[in-house]
Each structure stands twice: as structure tokens, then as C-alpha cells.
């Protein structure tokens, strides 16, 4: 799962670098770094 957090998180960066769909970008970034949150406490 932590694998999978981190290519989503890489995948989100590609997306916002170029600003395509930015509203869907954006959620699924806040996603990434709920992900993240969660990798950390788990």
C-alpha cells in the first residue's frame, strides 16, 4: 500500500505540473497526502 501512496503522490506532482484538470489534480493531491498522513501514523 505504501508503494502504491507513493506513485499516486508522484503521479498527482506529474498532473500539477501540467495543470491539467486542475480541480481533479488538486483532490486527488489532498488524497495523496491523506495517504501519506496515514503511511506515517501506520
Known amino acids: 500500500l ?3 501512496c ?3 503522490k508522484i503521479l498527482d506532482r ?3 505540473k501540467r495543470t491539467i ?4 489534480c488538486l ?3 489532498i488524497l495523496a497526502e491523506n495517504c ?3 503511511t506515517i501514523l501506520a
Open 2 to 4: 505504501t508503494g502504491n
Open 6 to 8: 507513493l506513485k499516486r
Open 14 to 16: 506529474n498532473c500539477l
Open 21 to 24: 484538470l486542475a480541480g481533479n
Open 27 to 29: 483532490k486527488r493531491t
Open 36 to 38: 501519506l498522513k496515514r
